[in-house]
Antibody, heavy 113, light 110 residues
Framework: EVQLLESGGGLGQPGGSLRLSCAASGFTFSTYAMSWVRQAPGKGLEWVSSINAGSSATYYANSVKGRFTISRDNSKNALYLQMNSLRAEDTAVYYC??????WGQGTLVTVSS | QSVLTQPPSASGTPGQRVTISCSGSSSNVGVGTVNWYQHLPGTAPKLLIYNSNQRPSGVPDRFSGSKSGTSASLAIGGLQSEDEADYYCATWDDSLKGHVFGTGTKVTVL
């Protein structure tokens, strides 16, 4: 059974940093592109970032470019999102997704002083 | 602001057919395939349709997708109470060099 389990969410300070992790199991992680998608309170789904299977290509939404970094460790079946220079508008539930048929339950990030 | 436009809401009585549109452009829907997701707040989004009209195993055949030009549609036939959820279309945008989601449609079963 495919499982994706996000962690690392919580309260972050404006201008601060958080690192999200996504633990994958039940499939050959190293052969799939992965993404992060978020949903702010009362808003729709917003794509954040994607990475290909071998980490040679990464993509970012304009809203996070230059502040967030996506990475993966295929030896650990793990996906990461390093979030720097946090803003209030980054407050959201963050989901990791296996392109594009399986998603995790999400982890809540709240940016507030 | 999303580049894929969906109606904010749709509704129907049990057994009715509901259709949700997804309007894009030549840089996204017009050149690629569309996925559709069902989402209940607090839960993992569920893939309903991929490649514009394909259903993953386990998705009832009353869910169907289509695409024509720069627009796509999701149809829910034989509406059931458990279909009350938010629905999103999604695809890749060649101009933005990123994935895009639709604005979302809330389906209500009356």
């Amino acid at each position: 059974e495919v499982q994706l389990l996000e962690s690392g969410g919580g309260l972050g300070q404006p201008g601060g940093s958080l690192r999200l992790s996504c633990a994958a199991s039940g499939f050959t992680f190293s052969t799939y592109a992965m993404s992060w998608v978020r949903q702010a309170p009362g808003k729709g789904l917003e794509w954040v970032s994607s990475i290909n299977a071998g980490s040679s290509a990464t993509y970012y939404a304009n809203s996070v470019k230059g502040r967030f970094t996506i990475s993966r460790d295929n030896s650990k079946n793990a996906l990461y999102l390093q979030m720097n220079s946090l803003r209030a508008e980054d407050t959201a539930v963050y989901y990791c997704a296996k392109h594009w048929d399986c998603w995790g339950q999400g982890t809540l990030v709240t940016v507030s002083s | 602001q999303s580049v894929l436009t969906q109606p904010p809401s749709a509704s129907g009585t049990p057994g009715q057919r509901v259709t949700i549109s997804c309007s894009g452009s030549s840089s996204n829907v017009g050149v690629g395939t569309v996925n559709w997701y069902q989402h209940l707040p607090g839960t993992a989004p569920k893939l309903l349709i991929y490649n514009s009209n394909q259903r993953p195993s386990g998705v009832p055949d009353r869910f169907s997708g289509s695409k024509s030009g720069t627009s796509a549609s999701l149809a829910i036939g034989g509406l059931q109470s458990e279909d009350e959820a938010d629905y999103y279309c999604a695809t890749w945008d060649d101009s933005l060099k990123g994935h895009v989601f639709g604005t979302g449609t809330k389906v209500t079963v009356l």
